[in-house]
């Protein structure tokens, strides 16, 4: 097996701890706003994603964050170091898998949900897929095979870890399931060559691995969970406290890009965000804008509810990852400056 594709057995505790970043890294946060002038930051630092277009860039385009301005300092494929540079200043605002931002919040991160801004629904999910001729066939078929998948210890794992426990294997066998990291671009090849037994997909590279036939799904997380947004944008608490209209404008904004994506037709939005990608100016391939169907948020605007908070607060409390009782859904996020969907 080459080496990308190598190694050793993760236990549930070590791959939880891929989510925790310690409350000393993130209590040196420089990026703040307008700091005692009154005058609020009109222009926010972010990072973005190759040959994508997220929704704070789609709402800028459109016009949706009004007077501010969007300043790209780079890509990231992580979530879990997207919302650290959120929360150590980097960056204004950070996105991430609500897994990830409960366990940064339960590491003293002074940080808060505004906005979901990625889900799973029957267009836009999470598939888990073996060889049309695998063996697999349940989840205790999975116990001592290889999964692999983009990171550990975010979405992908987490849907494993509950697709598992749901379905009766004990916490002893699914440690001997073995998550692994493979590049997503790698992962169709690694199934097809037998290094590993599950690959995890979406999106075009699943589109494109289904064309080719012989792979089948396991199960995809919309099946286990139904429809629900997985991710949230953050902010810290101290930005929001010191620029509350500027985090208002970028919520609404965001939260009106959401509506728009579901209400313009397909190929209206795919073809404004080639335009956006073109714009841009950094080399990137907009192929993969064809094979887009939803962001998969949801809740109307991106809105966010307890569960959706609820649903980790718990996993990870009886994992002892996070102290029982220490965090409370509704303390990790704000809708006070979201104005889509009220009511």
């Known amino acids: 097996m080459p080496a990308a594709f190598t190694s050793t057995p ?3 505790r070590q791959f939880l701890a891929l989510l925790g970043i310690s409350a000393a890294a993130v209590s040196c946060g420089t990026a703040t706003a307008g700091g005692g002038s009154g005058k609020q930051l009109k222009k926010l630092k972010y ?8 929704l704070p ?7 949706y964050l009004e007077d ?24 204004h605002f950070g996105g991430a898998f609500n897994g990830a931002v409960v366990k940064l919040a339960a590491s003293k991160a002074q940080i808060q949900a505004v906005v979901s801004y990625y889900g799973s629904d029957q267009d836009t999910y999470l598939g888990y897929y073996v060889l049309e001729d695998s063996p697999i066939r349940s989840a205790r078929d999975l116990i001592g095979k290889k999964v692999g998948m983009n990171t550990l210890g ?14 009766g294997v004990s916490k002893a066998d ?12 790698n992962t169709e090849q690694a199934l097809r060559q037998k290094q590993i037994q599950v690959g995890v997909l979406s999106g075009v590279l699943r589109d494109k691995a289904l064309a080719a036939g012989g792979i089948r799904p396991l ?23 010191e620029n509350p209209d500027t985090a208002r404008t970028f919520t609404t904004g965001v939260a009106k890009a959401i509506e728009w994506s579901r209400t313009t037709p397909r190929e209206e939005v795919i073809a404004r965000m080639t335009e956006i990608v073109k714009k841009r100016g950094r080399n990137e391939d907009t192929s993969t804008l064809q094979y887009w169907h939803s962001y998969g948020v949801a809740e109307t605007g991106g809105r966010i509810a307890d569960k959706e908070f609820q649903l980790w607060i718990d996993w990870l409390g009886e994992r002892g990852e996070i102290k029982k009782g220490g965090l409370k859904a509704g303390d990790l996020y704000t809708n006070e400056f979201n104005a889509q969907g009220k009511g």
Do not use: C
């Not at 990072?47 to 997220?54: I, K, N, P, R």
């Not at 501010?68 to 960056?91: E, F, K, M, R, Y």
């Not at 199960?219 to 406290?241: C, N, P, Q, W």
């Open 10 to 12: 993760t236990s549930r």
């Open 47 to 54: 990072q973005g994603a190759v040959g994508s277009v997220t």
């Open 57 to 63: 860039e789609l709402a800028a385009d459109l016009g």
């Open 68 to 91: 501010l301005t969007l300043d790209w300092v780079g890509n990231t494929i992580s979530g879990p170091q997207d919302i650290q540079s959120a929360a150590t200043g980097q960056t």
């Open 154 to 167: 975010a979405h992908a794992q987490a849907l494993l870890d509950i697709y598992l426990e749901r379905n």
């Open 174 to 185: 699914a440690g001997k399931v073995e998550p692994l990291v493979v590049p997503p671009v």
């Open 219 to 241: 199960f995809k997380d919309h099946e286990l969970l139904g429809a629900f947004s997985a991710g949230t944008y953050v902010m810290t608490r101290r930005f929001i406290k």
